[in-house]
């Protein structure tokens, strides 16, 4: 089975690419090596992607891994676009998930609405010996001002996908591996992991 070491420190993103690439031996970094920061400091998802994924295979030293790393972020329309790839920082450099949410559902409001339209972009950053890839994926639905449920992980619990009236949060996990960002980026990161 082929391996791919995946360039995030993310939990959330861990267990859902291992659930989505069950072709293969998916391997985070941080168990191979000691973690080290990266400063993901470009404007867009799929430039901090690429910036993930080089960081890491440069310090695998090894020159046969192929990595993989997902830089994504939810943009809601009322804020115009915001967070968007500052989703992970938007209550400061060490916020946590429940931190980000609040402020975001916060937000919001000031705006005086109680939901907008919103949607999850994953970039997908495919590195080896010598190419470098990537594909994005798009998930739309309403960003709304309370949080619901606990399945998931960061902003699902105040997201409902387009078609649905529950949040990500209290939706089956079958549901979000079929129609999120990430699942349609892999879907098609698959197809380029077989031609590397
Ligand atoms: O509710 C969510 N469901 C998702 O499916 C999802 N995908 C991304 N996000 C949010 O977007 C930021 C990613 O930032 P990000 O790509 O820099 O990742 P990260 O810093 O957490 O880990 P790393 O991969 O960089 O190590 C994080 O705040 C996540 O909460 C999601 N939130
Ligand atoms: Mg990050």
């Given at each position: 089975?082929?391996?791919?070491?995946?360039?995030?420190?993310?939990?959330?993103?861990?267990?859902?690419?291992?659930?989505?690439?069950?072709?293969?031996?998916?391997?985070?970094?941080?168990?191979?090596?000691?973690?080290?920061?990266?400063?993901?400091?470009?404007?867009?998802?799929?430039?901090?992607?690429?910036?993930?994924?080089?960081?890491?295979?440069?310090?695998?030293?090894?020159?046969?891994?192929?990595?993989?790393?997902?830089?994504?972020?939810?943009?809601?329309?009322?804020?115009?676009?915001?967070?968007?790839?500052?989703?992970?920082?938007?209550?400061?450099?060490?916020?946590?998930?429940?931190?980000?949410?609040?402020?975001?559902?916060?937000?919001?409001?000031?705006?005086?609405?109680?939901?907008?339209?919103?949607?999850?972009?994953?970039?997908?950053?495919?590195?080896?010996?010598?190419?470098?890839?990537?594909?994005?994926?798009?998930?739309?639905?309403?960003?709304?001002?309370?949080?619901?449920?606990?399945?998931?992980f960061g902003y699902d619990p105040m997201?409902?996908?387009?078609?649905?009236?529950?949040?990500?949060?209290?939706?089956?996990?079958?549901?979000?591996?079929?129609?999120?960002?990430?699942?349609?980026?892999?879907?098609?990161?698959?197809?380029?992991?077989?031609?590397?």
């Amino acid at each position: 089975m082929k391996r791919l070491v995946l360039a995030t420190s993310n939990k959330g993103k861990v267990r859902e690419i291992k659930e989505l690439c069950e072709n293969y031996e998916v391997v985070p970094y941080t168990d191979i090596i000691e973690p080290f920061e990266i400063v993901e400091d470009a404007d867009t998802f799929k430039e901090n992607a690429l910036i993930k994924a080089r960081a890491v295979y440069k310090a695998l030293g090894d020159e046969d891994a192929v990595v993989l790393a997902d830089d994504s972020g939810i943009s809601v329309d009322v804020l115009d676009g915001a967070p968007g790839i500052y989703s992970a920082r938007y209550a400061g450099e060490n916020a946590s998930d429940k931190d980000n949410l609040y402020k975001l559902i916060d937000d919001i409001k000031a705006k005086s609405v109680t939901s907008s339209p919103a949607h999850y972009t994953a970039a997908i950053a495919i590195i080896t010996k010598d190419k470098e890839r990537t594909v994005h994926g798009w998930m739309y639905g309403t960003a709304i001002t309370e949080a619901r449920g606990d399945g998931g992980f960061g902003y699902d619990p105040m997201f409902i996908p387009f078609g649905f009236d529950k949040t990500l949060g209290e939706l089956d996990n079958a549901i979000k591996k079929k129609l999120s960002h990430r699942s349609k980026a892999l879907s098609l990161a698959s197809k380029v992991l077989k031609v590397l």
